[in-house]
């Protein structure tokens, strides 16, 4: 079973004035996807709150598109943010995060 449990924004009316729009599933307890979109403007970088994998190592996987070498990532296990980074308009991924100390 998964549990809806980020979602950084949807878009405020028609014109999709969100430059950026993501909606995670917390798979359980060691695993969540986050999907995101890139609609436009000048902002490549979208930061995440990822409260339940604070503190942790994760391991994290690009899994649409599977070749990849455009989008880049960075988690600050300090601060529980996971850093993305869309440089095209209009694109989108699934990252999937997984804690890396329980593998």
């Known amino acids: 079973m998964a549990f ?7 878009p405020k009316n028609k014109k999709l004035e969100t430059v950026t729009l993501c909606f995670g599933l917390k798979c359980n307890d060691n695993k969540s996807l986050i999907a995101m979109w890139r609609t436009h403007g ?9 409260k339940h994998f604070k503190g942790k ?20 296990k300090n601060k529980g943010t996971l850093s993305v ?9 699934i990252l999937e995060l997984e804690n890396s100390e329980n593998n």
Do not use: H, M, Q
């Open 57 to 76: 190592e994760l391991s994290i996987k690009c899994s649409y598109p599977s070749k990849d070498d455009k989008c880049k990532y960075e988690w600050n």
């Open 85 to 93: 980074i869309l440089p095209e308009f209009y694109t989108a991924r």
């Open 42 to 50: 000048e902002n490549e970088v979208c930061t995440l709150p990822i």
């Open 4 to 10: 809806a449990n980020i979602s950084v924004g949807l």
